[in-house]
T-cell receptor, first 111, second 116 residues
Framework: KQEVTQIPAALSVPEGENLVLNCSFTDSAIYNLQWFRQDPGKGLTSLLLIQSSQREQTSGRLNASLDKSSGRSTLYIAASQPGDSATYLCAVSSNDYKLSFGAGTTVTVRA | DAEITQSPRHKITETGRQVTLACHQTWNHNNMFWYRQDLGHGLRLIHYSYGVQDTNKGEVSDGYSVSRSNTEDLPLTLESAASSQTSVYFC???????????????FGQGTRLTVV
């Protein structure tokens, strides 16, 4: 069974600092990895999708890397803003389209 | 814009009652999923479907059922609601194709269900 771990569970940084969120998974036979953002009481918003053949994906201030062989992904958020405060979830998918989620990292960006 | 909508957003029901949560997507996606989110457990898969008339059990399917009569809808039914089913429920969909960029999953806004 795929196990997904996100470290740290919570993170508090001053505005402007870069954020580094980590995700690890036990079974490297994945098809893709997806990073989501969840605001309190809201649904999940897809941020980035990295296919297994890719090493990284970028969208604006967000950059996600994938090292499939070591079972790791890192989400970098540059120049954090208070609006980046949310819970970030990592999920991996194998060839059956089902997602296995980590527990998330709750980020607080202090103004 | 295409979207996935869930209704109701909030529901309170009594133990033993049958409850149905609706999920409707306009992406024309083949794959649809139901997850529940609980503190300490994260998101867990309840049921899923790869297309019309196809349904499958996930890791926490006991006490739940789904049916898929068309592409757009996957209603989740709690046969006899129990307090352990108090949770936030999320519906998701994805396209059933492994070509580039087509396996992204999209989620609804969630339904908060309280069983009293």
């Amino acid at each position: 069974k795929q196990e997904v771990t996100q470290i740290p569970a919570a993170l508090s940084v001053p505005e402007g600092e870069n954020l580094v969120l980590n995700c690890s998974f036990t079974d490297s036979a994945i098809y893709n990895l997806q990073w989501f953002r969840q605001d309190p009481g809201k649904g999940l918003t897809s941020l980035l999708l990295i296919q297994s053949s890719q090493r990284e994906q970028t969208s604006g201030r967000l950059n996600a890397s994938l090292d499939k062989s070591s079972g790791r992904s890192t989400l970098y958020i540059a120049a954090s803003q208070p609006g980046d405060s949310a819970t970030y979830l990592c999920a991996v998918s194998s060839n059956d389209y089902k997602l296995s989620f980590g527990a998330g990292t709750t980020v607080t960006v202090r103004a | 814009d295409a979207e996935i909508t869930q209704s109701p957003r909030h529901k309170i029901t009594e133990t033993g009652r049958q409850v149905t949560l609706a999920c409707h997507q306009t992406w024309n996606h083949n794959n649809m999923f139901w997850y529940r989110q609980d503190l300490g457990h994260g998101l867990r898969l309840i049921h899923y479907s790869y297309g019309v008339q196809d349904t499958n059990k996930g890791e926490v399917s006991d006490g739940y059922s789904v049916s898929r009569s068309n592409t757009e809808d996957l209603p989740l039914t709690l046969e006899s609601a129990a307090s352990s089913q108090t949770s936030v429920y999320f519906c998701a969909s994805s396209e059933g194709a492994w070509t580039a960029g087509k396996t992204e999953a999209f989620f609804g806004q969630g339904t908060r269900l309280t069983v009293v």
